[in-house]
């Protein structure tokens, strides 16, 4: 566990951690105090660190090309170069960009273990406020997936985690469920025993339609705003319902309509 004392103003976070350091973030880069010690400078672009130094002087270049500085005053026993040659190798290591301002030294190997220690307590601290020790992965483009004349025409099935039912896209906007579909009856909960959201929108939607329900079981059809509706009504959502709703031969919907 690391205890940090934060103040936070417009420009400017100060925080304090577990005595053994402290750390100042400034996101306004034009109004930057002259350094009085040697002190870690790391320059971030976003979120990424963009460079590192450790000495008194900020880099007026990079600093200009920066969104946010961050000082690190670190203890006595801690070498200061060591700690950010230890930061530059992790930064690289885990793919990002890092620049090293400082002459690279080889960590002395009774240094090594106290500062990786430290490395480890700075990243859990920067990670805290939003900084990237990592090159984030970008995430696939959501599928994107277009109704035409044809897939109006195909009946698709439903049979997953205890619900049935025979749904037709016969409008952009308009998923038809048969009457006669069978709905899951047991609600997911989440681990600490809660009503997670899907549940909820799933009780909500059913309330809506009460009057054509019974026992579970539709008993008119009803029209449905979209593929993923259609599932958290029948089965609580929590898959994807592209994958789910097949035609008689065991075709998706997602193959007939996904754009590529």
Known sequence: MIKLAVEIDQDITNIQFDEQGTMVIYRELKKLPNLTSDELLLYFKGRAAQAIDYGQKIDK??????????????????????????????????????????????????????????????????????????????????????????????????????????????????????????????????KDGSVGFSARLTEKLRADYADQISDFTTTEDIVLKSVNEVGIFLYYAGTNGWLVLKDKAGKTIDEYTVVK
Do not use: C
């Open 61 to 190: 270049k990079i600093v200009k090309e920066a969104d946010s500085l961050v000082r690190i005053n670190v203890p006595w026993e801690i070498e200061g170069k060591d700690l950010a040659q230890q930061m530059l190798i992790v930064w690289n290591d885990n793919s990002l960009q890092t620049k090293g301002l400082f002459d690279t030294q080889k960590i002395a190997a009774n240094h090594f273990p106290v500062v990786a220690n430290y490395q480890k307590i700075l990243f859990e601290i920067l990670a805290t406020f939003g900084y990237e020790n990592e090159k984030v992965k970008a995430k696939p483009a959501k599928a994107q997936h277009r109704w035409n004349k044809k897939v109006s025409e195909i009946p698709f099935y439903i049979d997953y985690n205890d619900a049935k039912g025979e749904v037709v896209w016969q409008k952009r906007n308009e998923m038809l469920l048969k009457a006669g579909a069978k709905l899951k009856q047991e609600m997911p909960l989440n």
